[in-house]
């Protein structure tokens, strides 16, 4: 899929007042507000415990004009499948339920349930931001945290572990649609959910989303990073239909191309700054791979 979308036709609609509790040059932001604008008034969302229940506050002083239900952390894949139910008794079939959730509340605590609904076909649009860490509580590692990034759980030596591939986990339940996309391509971003919500069944959108303080650095370079890290090829943007994998927008213009190397994206953040050249070079080499893989494939 390439961008419809430009800055020159994108919709004026808006369902984010200005002003929020979000910090300042938080990636959420940007991917809130754009997703909200492809999917329109007629949308009802379901929002685990995360920095996105404080960025949309409570009414009667929320950030968003859409309805919203704040459910319990395990349970937003099986609260969205609810609403859907709900509405279909309703007659109301032409709503968009969608679950918007961290990478904590879908790729760790919210699992179980996502798996579910996707296992069951429910017919749900699920987005989770990735700012690979338990933000909202005081940047906590999660699943989905980098190796060799420090948190305030994963001190001195960094997380141990590799960054877990939630994507690929989705993917293994043959949804009708899945994409990766980023804080730093809104456009990309809006064309995707605009595509999602277009399909019926289960649809899962994962958005790499930098975040200031849990990453180190400063807020007017969310966008820098987010496409460094696009750039390097360490956060790939892509769209799978009928399980086929097709590179999108700027990853696929990439293909074949020289890379920026790995370096350039650890070293624009402080969150890296134990990162070993072992490490350095190990992630390298995996990355290297795993574009060797999408070369053979597209
Ligand atoms: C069962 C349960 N455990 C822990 C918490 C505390 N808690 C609230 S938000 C949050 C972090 C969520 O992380 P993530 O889903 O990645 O979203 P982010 O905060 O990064 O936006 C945690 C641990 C909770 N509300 N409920
Ligand atoms: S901690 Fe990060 S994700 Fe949370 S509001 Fe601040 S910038 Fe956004
Ligand atoms: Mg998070």
Redo the contacts with the bound molecule.
């Keep these: 899929m390439e961008n419809k979308t430009s800055i020159l036709n994108l919709t004026e609609d808006e369902f984010v007042h200005p002003g929020n509790r979000a910090c300042a040059g938080c990636g959420?932001g940007i991917v809130y507000r754009t997703a909200l604008k492809a999917l329109g008034k007629n949308t009802i969302l379901v929002v685990?415990?995360?920095?996105?229940?404080v960025l949309q506050g409570l009414y009667p002083i929320a950030a968003a004009k859409l309805p919203c239900l704040n459910v319990?952390?395990?349970s937003t894949g099986a609260a969205a499948t609810g609403v859907r139910a709900a509405m279909r008794s309703l007659k109301k079939n032409d709503v968009n339920v969608v679950a918007f959730?961290?990478?904590?509340?879908?790729g760790?605590?919210g699992i179980q349930a996502l798996s579910g609904a996707c296992e069951r076909g429910d017919d749900i649009l699920y987005i989770c931001?990735?700012?690979e860490?338990?933000?909202?509580?005081g940047v906590?590692r999660?699943g989905?945290t980098p190796q060799g990034v420090v948190t305030t759980t994963t001190p001195i030596t960094g997380k141990l572990q590799s960054k877990k591939d939630v994507p690929s986990i989705v993917a293994a339940h043959k949804i009708p649609y899945l994409a990766t996309a980023s804080a730093a391509y809104p456009l990309d971003l809006y064309d995707k959910v605009k595509k999602a919500a277009s399909i019926k069944g289960p649809r899962y959108i994962h958005v790499h989303t930098p975040?200031p303080p849990?990453w180190g650095f400063e807020p007017r370079y969310t966008i820098k990073v987010g496409k460094l890290a696009v750039e390097t090829g360490l956060f790939a943007l892509y769209e799978m239909e009928n399980s086929q994998l097709r590179l999108t927008g700027p990853s696929k213009k990439m293909l074949g191309k020289p890379r920026l190397p790995v370096t350039d994206y650890f070293k624009s953040q402080h969150r890296f700054y134990s990162l070993g050249n072992d490490l350095i070079n190990d992630l390298q080499a995996q990355v290297d791979h795993a574009w060797d893989a999408y070369v053979i494939h597209q």
């Design positions: 959420l685990p415990p995360s920095c996105l229940t319990t952390f395990a959730a961290g990478d904590g509340g879908t760790d605590i931001y990735d700012n860490a338990y933000m909202n509580t906590q999660s989905t975040c849990g």
